[in-house]
């Protein structure tokens, strides 16, 4: 009886994969060309990050903040050339007939400080709104003493608005803001990124952006009851704040629905490089846009978290003056990203339904 012997040849095949192949399998698999420009993406927005925010904040310094001076003819005419010859043009002066003007001019928001001075006497007052900027008025309160002392003479400082009890150094408007921009960008972002949820098609973005609507009425009413009746921060503006945050919310929201639509996952990146790495440096919260840089004073009023900031504040401190703007802008974001992202989907979906074809 002949006796058949059976070699297993192990040299090839799935039996021969060793824990160092398969570890370089995974690797391979994980650390995708694909995922290394994302993480490179990451990295970028990282140092965006830190380069806008030190650049923004790492050296405030005055230029051309508005400033009334109320005087007799003469005395005004100089004092106003004086101010304006500052060296580096911390001020911007400008001749105001009586100090009720020069009030008026301060809670309407056209100048931020004003200078009285007493002819007859060698005490001037400063008028200042800190409501409107903390920062901003000390920076005003320091030059007018500067030039004070010059000329031997004393200065007094009225805060005719300040920030109210519960808003502490008047960032509660900065606050909001910026909480009302991350909840749209990021409901948009999840959204997008959700199981099911990618828009494939028209239908599906109109539904995202009908939920992420009611979800901007929802964020808008929440965070008007936390900074009125919850906290006392921002007392007796519910029904504006709540209108107002709807629409921060959804402008936030529809820029970021149209960003995925047109770039996928890196229109995430894109938004939040929009609304925090330049958006929130240049909000004119921390420091009033005459206090930043000319980069970031620029391109703050024309941003979400910098109109949102300005639209909040002016109309809890300021009777809604100079909220115009603001709203438009930010009225512009909803409206350009409900748009965009319509006809992005649109533009996918015919792209989708032509392929076959072209195939074919």
Same mark, same amino acid.
Not at 169 to 193: D, E, H, K, N, P
């Given at each position: 009886?002949?006796?058949? +012997?059976?070699?297993?040849?192990?040299?090839?095949?799935?039996?021969?994969?060793?824990?160092?192949?398969?570890?370089? &399998?995974?690797?391979?698999?994980?650390?995708?060309?694909? +995922?290394?420009?994302?993480?490179?993406?990451?990295?970028?927005?990282?140092?965006?990050?830190?380069?806008?925010?030190?650049?923004?904040?790492?050296?405030?310094?005055?230029?051309?903040?508005?400033?009334?001076?109320?005087?007799?003819?003469?005395?005004?005419?100089?004092?106003?050339?004086?101010?304006?010859?500052?060296?580096?043009?911390? !001020?911007?002066?400008?001749?105001?007939?009586?100090?009720?003007?020069?009030?008026?001019?301060?809670?309407?928001?056209?100048?931020?400080?004003?200078? !009285?001075?007493?002819?007859?006497?060698?005490?001037?007052?400063?008028? !200042?709104?800190?409501?409107?900027?903390?920062?901003?008025?000390?920076?005003?309160?320091?030059?007018?003493?500067?030039?004070?002392?010059?000329?031997?003479?004393?200065?007094?400082?009225?805060?005719?608005?300040?920030?109210?009890?519960?808003?502490?150094?008047?960032?509660?408007?900065?606050?909001?803001?910026?909480?009302?921009?991350?909840?749209?960008?990021?409901?948009?972002?999840?959204?997008?990124?959700?199981?099911?949820?990618?828009?494939?098609?028209?239908?599906?973005?109109?539904?995202?952006?009908?939920?992420?609507?009611?979800?901007?009425?929802?964020?808008?009413?929440?965070?008007?009851?936390?900074?009125?009746?919850?906290?006392?921060?921002?007392?007796?503006?519910?029904?504006?704040?709540?209108?107002?945050?709807?629409?921060?919310?959804?402008?936030?929201? &529809?820029?970021?629905?149209?960003?995925?639509?047109?770039?996928?996952?890196?229109?995430?990146?894109?938004?939040? +490089?929009?609304?925090?790495?330049?958006?929130?440096?240049?909000?004119?919260?921390?420091?009033?846009?005459?206090?930043?840089?000319?980069?970031?004073?620029?391109?703050?009023?024309?941003?979400?978290?910098?109109?949102?900031?300005? &639209?909040?504040?002016?109309?809890?401190?300021?009777?809604?003056?100079?909220?115009?703007?603001? !709203?438009?802008?930010?009225?512009?974001?909803?409206?350009?990203?409900?748009?965009?992202?319509?006809?992005?989907?649109?533009?996918?979906?015919?792209?989708?339904?032509?392929?076959?074809?072209?195939?074919?």
């Amino acid at each position: 009886m002949a006796t058949t +012997t059976t070699s297993t040849d192990t040299s090839d095949g799935p039996a021969s994969t060793t824990p160092r192949s398969r570890f370089g &399998a995974e690797l391979r698999d994980a650390v995708s060309a694909r +995922t290394i420009l994302l993480v490179v993406a990451v990295l970028a927005v990282q140092m965006g990050f830190v380069l806008s925010y030190i650049g923004a904040f790492h050296a405030p310094k005055p230029h051309h903040i508005p400033v009334a001076v109320v005087a007799p003819a003469p005395v005004s005419d100089a004092f106003v050339a004086q101010l304006n010859r500052l060296p580096d043009e911390p !001020v911007l002066a400008r001749g105001t007939p009586g100090e009720q003007q020069a009030r008026a001019l301060i809670l309407d928001r056209s100048v931020e400080a004003a200078i !009285v001075v007493d002819a007859g006497g060698t005490t001037d007052t400063l008028l !200042v709104a800190s409501a409107g900027g903390v920062a901003v008025s000390t920076a005003a309160q320091q030059i007018a003493q500067a030039v004070e002392a010059q000329q031997h003479r004393q200065l007094r400082v009225v805060d005719i608005r300040p920030p109210d009890a519960g808003d502490g150094r008047g960032m509660s408007s900065f606050y909001l803001a910026l909480g009302w921009i991350v909840g749209g960008y990021l409901a948009a972002a999840i959204l997008g990124m959700a199981a099911g949820a990618r828009p494939a098609n028209v239908h599906r973005t109109v539904i995202r952006l009908g939920v992420l609507a009611l979800y901007a009425v929802g964020s808008g009413l929440g965070g008007a009851v936390i900074v009125g009746p919850v906290m006392n921060a921002l007392p007796g503006h519910f029904g504006a704040l709540w209108l107002l945050g709807s629409l921060v919310v959804f402008a936030a929201a &529809a820029t970021t629905v149209a960003l995925q639509n047109l770039m996928g996952i890196i229109g995430v990146g894109v938004a939040v +490089t929009l609304f925090v790495v330049l958006g929130n440096p240049s909000a004119g919260g921390a420091y009033p846009y005459s206090l930043l840089p000319p980069f970031w004073s620029s391109i703050g009023p024309w941003l979400p978290p910098g109109a949102a900031t300005t &639209a909040v504040r002016n109309t809890v401190y300021f009777a809604g003056h100079a909220v115009a703007h603001s !709203v438009w802008v930010l009225a512009g974001y909803a409206v350009v990203g409900t748009v965009a992202a319509l006809v992005a989907s649109r533009g996918k979906a015919l792209v989708s339904s032509a392929a076959p074809q072209s195939q074919a």
